[in-house]
């Protein structure tokens, strides 16, 4: 027998139990820290944020102040960095004058959607520059459908010069 009072097979069996355990803990961890990552949801949460900031011509400074947080952390949370709690979001939808449902789609909208998972799909993943922004409410402002269609066509002539060049 050793000094503790285990045989060396009892004590190979307590110390494999051991390693089991803390190995499980591991995986709960781990579990717990990717649930906390930010993910394709937050960063459309974040592109939402963004062009409603845009479109009330709000600096991220302005918003930070308006919540109070940094511009540094109104940035994170644009570019989808950081998760924004229940309440900050609570406190970026008063700011930004719209209820919390703008950030996640339409009302309802309980699973994530093609959408929410952000990229090229996303409407507010264009309009994440003022000029885009302006460009929008700008054409929405025109009455005659025959302007509007001249426009969009102009536009996508534009485009396609573009990318060809």
Request: proline content about 2%; aromatic content about 6%.
């Amino acid at each position: 027998m050793s000094e503790v009072g285990y045989s060396g097979d009892r004590r190979s069996e307590v110390q494999q139990t051991a390693k089991t355990h803390i190995m499980k803990q591991a995986k709960v961890v781990d579990k717990h820290v990717r649930a906390r990552r930010a993910d394709g949801r937050d960063a459309e949460v974040g592109r939402r944020v963004r062009s409603r900031r845009l479109e009330c011509r709000l600096s991220q400074t302005e918003l930070a102040d308006r919540i109070g947080v940094t511009f540094q952390q109104v940035q994170k949370y644009e570019k989808g960095v950081n998760r924004i709690g229940a309440g900050r979001l609570q406190r970026i939808s008063e700011a930004l004058e719209v209820p919390i449902s703008f950030f996640f789609g339409g009302p309802g909208s309980a699973a994530p959607t093609k959408e929410l998972m952000g990229g090229a799909e996303s409407v507010f993943g264009f309009l994440q520059t003022s000029g885009s922004v302006r460009i929008v409410k700008a054409f929405h402002k025109i009455k005659s459908r025959k302007a509007r269609q001249l426009l969009v066509e102009m536009a996508e002539e534009l485009a396609d010069a573009q990318a060809a060049a």
